[in-house]
């Protein structure tokens, strides 16, 4: 059975990652043509410095990688993110969501949120209460 997860939303990275962290890392948008589950958000400032003006890349963000769309299909997202906060959890803190919807090739979909919580990525699902038959409100 093919499963496929629409996602949104974004993680924020605290403090951000700096440019020797992230450089080779195959979540830099100047590499989208390997089409990863996550990507991250690049913060980019001029400094001035002695030998004149330098830009400072920082990684301050984690979002769902999707080009030109709101959204995007991922199959791995729960372990791509699980590789992130293992590689980058000791040092930095990601706080934030991702809104998900998984569909089968049957058509059945469960909602669901991935967060970050001490370095592990955990999977919240709603849950729906209905009222008391006896006492509606």
């Not at 589950?37 to 690049?42: G, P, R, S």
């Not at 990688?65 to 030109?68: E, Q, R, T, V, W």
């Given at each position: 059975?093919?499963?496929f997860t629409q996602a949104s939303g974004k993680f924020r990275i605290e403090p951000p990652l700096t440019w020797p962290e992230f450089k080779d890392s195959p979540y830099r948008p100047e590499r989208e043509?390997?089409?990863p589950?996550?990507?991250?958000?690049?913060d980019t400032v001029?400094?001035?410095g002695e030998h004149g003006v330098m830009l400072l890349h920082r990684a301050v963000a984690v979002r769902p990688?999707?080009?030109?769309m709101p959204f995007a299909y991922h199959t791995g997202l729960y372990e791509t993110l699980g590789k992130l906060a293992a590689e980058y959890g000791e040092k930095h803190r990601f706080t934030g969501f991702f809104e998900c919807r998984t569909t089968d090739d049957r058509g059945f979909e469960d909602?669901?949120?991935l967060s970050?919580?001490?370095?592990?990525?955990?999977?919240?699902?709603p849950t729906v209460t209905w009222p008391d038959?006896?006492?509606p409100s």
């Open positions: 059975m093919t499963y043509s390997s089409e589950d996550v990507q991250l958000v690049i001029e400094v001035d990688f999707a080009p030109g909602w669901y949120r970050i919580r001490d370095g592990e990525v955990v999977r919240t699902t038959e006896e006492n």
